[in-house]
């Protein structure tokens, strides 16, 4: 079938684009490489290096008539988000709204649509957190993915196009941005192979759940054909410590510079992890990597 991935130039996307080449599919990526790289986009995709408000963005509907839209595209700093609420809204609201508008009115089949259970659920009230939790975000960012979601069932209802939501965990793999502001694996293993000195937040016995990107990418493909008007939660189902990430990627790398603790970060939410059994019995998923394993994988990656 033919598949739009926007933001398939980024992190994740470039996974997704990889998974569904490989499973036989024709794929092209919307990504304006605000952060996203064009060495991440496969040779055998298409790339339009459109943003989701462009007028050009019509056009590619027309020209490839996907079967199926995968929304990665995102503003997705929680930091950017908090600092300018109207970008952050912008782009992860309206761009999403423009983009169902499209698929609509250009006979898309199915929306699969990247949440976020890290930011939407706030401040867990029970852990593991299943879907059924209420929604209370501590941050615009998870306000406007939040929002994105409404978009997408609104479409369900009026228009009857299909959709899956996936409210991921912490992703983390090969390809993401070890300089950027979030993604701990990535930001140590970077400073780690420099040989510099990494900054742990607070204690570090936070725990957060961490999935591995090869994960997420093998259940964007089963919704490609199950799941429909599916919201469920990605993720491992259990918490990691911070203080556990620098001691399994210490010893795959031969680190031995000791961390310097700092204040806890602003609002950030203590302990997450995922009740991922929605999933597992809508689509046949379950995470495949383990943490140690996925770990090592990214480090080979960036060695």
Known sequence: MR???TGGAGFIGSHLAEAYLAAGHDVAVVDNLATGRRSNVPREAKLYEVDLHARELERIFKEFAPEVVNHHAAQASVKVGNADPVHDLEVNGGGTARLIQLAVANGVRKVI???????VYGEPESLPVTEEHAIAPRSNYGTSKYVGELYVQLAARTAGIEYTVFRYGNAYGPRQDPHGEAGVIAIFTGLMLNGDQCT??????QKKDYIYVGDIASANVAALTAGNGLVANIGTGDGITVNHI?????????NTVEPRFGPPRPGDVRNFWLDCSRAKAALGWAPAVTFEDGVARTVASYR
């Open 3 to 5: 598949i739009l991935v």
């Open 113 to 119: 649509y990247a949440s976020s259970g890290g930011t």
């Open 200 to 205: 742990i937040d607070g204690d570090g016995e």
């Open 246 to 254: 620098y001691r399994t990627l210490s010893e795959a790398i031969g």
